[in-house]
Every structure is written in structure tokens, then in C-alpha cells.
């Protein structure tokens, strides 16, 4: 279907959002540890691009559709409440991630509401757009198109707002992620990392690193290394704490041959 080209970027990044979301709900199906992967890869593609995606609709593309009838009334409406119920779901498989954990049901119903979601924009609201908005008004919208399978080498960590997970990126072999927490706040309980070492990096406000029972301060250009099997638990100090935790990626479960039987 030819798209007018106002809206070419925003269909752009509907095509990027269905592949995400068809992996989210793929990886639903795996143990807990692929599933924590599939869902870190998600959010940090939902924080790079489908944030600012829904900014740009809300400010440039949706009001153009405020005086043109009920039938767009309910489109809008429609659309704005997929929003905030995709934001709802993220961040419930944000505060999972945080603990470490991603929860089948959650990743199957947010990848089905976001592909639901483009399907409705695709197939209706842009249509609607296309036939009631003039020309004019369609060309001064200016989206800039994005690329979301272009690298990001230099990433803003202070920037990004909110609390649990903000962003996060994987390599093939390390995994990170950036993460803020409010005054006394945290990821909740206490956790046991029993595969790989994790670095914890304090860069804005401090934290309390429960390791074992011993206490350690960490503050803002500090950092601390839990060793792998250690339990820990992270409390934010008076001012809140944002966070870089950085560990060597997991392996996915390989099938490999069995160990020869002992004569």
C-alpha cells in the first residue's frame, strides 16, 4: 500500500515495531533465561525508537484529526489508549526485568497489543488521514526518518526519565543495562546471580549494595563488582540512584551430545 510520503517514517517504524514484537512474543517461549534476553532486547529497542514514535504522533500526527468528525474522534481515542496500555505492559516487563525475570504472559500480551496497534494505524487511521487531511497540512508534519538498525555509538545516560529499566543493549558478548530508582526505592528483595559477575556503576545519586549481609555505599563515579553467586540487594539513597549493571551476555541453551555412559 503507497503511503504519502509524510507518513513513509512513521510506516517505516511500524515495519522495525512488527519485527520487535514478533520476537517479544517468540521469546515468551523460551526458559527464563532466553526470555530475559528477548525482553532486554525489547525495551531497549522500545526506549531508542517507539517512545519518541509515539511522541511524534501525539504532537505532529494526531491533531490533525481533532475537527474531522466523530469517526476520527474514535480512531483517536483508539489510538491513544493503545498507547498508554503499551506503556503500562513495558513497564511491568521493565520492574520483571529488574528483578531479573520476564514474564511469559506479559511479553505475549504486549507483543499482540503492539502488532494490533500498527494493524490499526496501518489499516485504518492512516487511511482516514490520508482522505481527510489537505495536502498542505500533511507536508508541514516533517518527521525525520529514523533507522533502527543503526548503531548507537555514543548513548545519552542521563537523559532518559522514569524509573526500573531505561535502556539497555547487548553485544555478543556483553549485556547492559541503565536503570533509576527513586529515594529508598529498588528492584525489589534480594537476588543471585550464579552465572556471571556483575558490574554495578553509581552515575547520578548513591545506592545501599546489600552483598551478603554486609552493606556497601556506592555514590555517583563509583563502582562495585558482585562476584557471581553473591546475594545482593540494591536500596536507593535519599536522592535516588541511576545505575549501569553490566555483565557478560547469557548463552542461550545449546543441544549438544550427550556424555558417553560409564562402562
Given amino acids: 500500500m503507497k503511503r504519502h510520503a509524510a507518513l513513509v517514517p512513521l510506516a517505516h517504524d511500524h515495519h522495525h515495531a512488527l519485527v520487535e514484537a514478533r520476537r517479544l512474543s517468540r521469546g515468551a517461549a523460551e526458559d527464563e533465561v532466553e526470555r530475559v534476553d528477548a525482553a532486554e532486547r525489547f525495551l531497549a529497542f522500545y526506549a531508542a525508537d517507539t517512545i519518541e514514535h509515539f511522541r511524534e504522533e501525539e504532537e505532529r500526527l494526531f491533531p490533525l484529526l481533532v475537527d474531522q468528525g466523530d469517526a476520527a474522534n474514535e480512531l483517536l481515542v483508539r489510538a491513544l489508549l493503545d498507547h498508554q496500555r503499551i506503556h503500562a505492559l513495558v513497564q511491568r516487563l521493565r520492574e520483571g526485568v529488574a528483578a531479573t525475570s520476564a514474564d511469559a504472559a506479559t511479553m505475549r500480551e504486549l507483543g499482540e497489543l503492539l502488532h494490533g496497534h500498527i494493524r490499526l494505524e496501518e489499516r485504518e487511521l492512516f487511511p482516514f488521514i490520508e482522505a481527510a487531511v489537505s495536502e498542505q497540512e500533511l507536508g508541514e508534519i516533517a518527521i525525520e526518518?529514523?533507522?533502527?538498525?543503526?548503531?548507537?555509538?555514543?548513548?545519552?545516560?542521563?537523559?532518559?526519565?522514569?524509573?526500573?529499566?531505561?535502556?539497555?543493549?547487548?553485544?555478543?558478548?556483553?549485556?547492559?543495562?541503565?536503570?533509576?530508582?527513586?529515594?529508598?526505592?529498588?528492584?525489589?528483595?534480594?537476588?543471585?546471580?550464579?552465572?556471571?559477575?556483575?558490574?554495578?556503576?553509581?552515575l547520578e545519586g548513591q545506592a545501599t549494595v546489600m552483598l551478603e549481609g554486609d552493606e556497601h555505599l556506592v555514590r555517583a563515579g563509583q563502582a562495585l563488582v558482585v562476584e557471581k553467586g553473591r546475594t545482593r540487594k540494591i536500596s536507593a539513597g535519599a536522592d535516588g540512584v541511576r545505575y549501569l549493571s553490566i555483565h557478560l551476555r547469557r548463552r542461550p541453551l545449546e543441544i549438544g551430545r550427550a556424555a558417553p555412559a560409564k562402562p
Avoid: F, K
Avoid at 174 to 190: C, D, I, K, M, S
Fill in 145 to 202: 526518518p529514523r533507522d533502527p538498525s543503526a548503531e548507537r555509538q555514543v548513548v545519552d545516560l542521563i537523559g532518559p526519565s522514569g524509573t526500573g529499566p531505561l535502556w539497555g543493549t547487548q553485544s555478543e558478548d556483553l549485556n547492559v543495562t541503565l536503570l533509576a530508582w527513586p529515594a529508598r526505592g529498588g528492584p525489589g528483595g534480594e537476588h543471585r546471580n550464579s552465572e556471571r559477575d556483575v558490574l554495578l556503576v553509581v
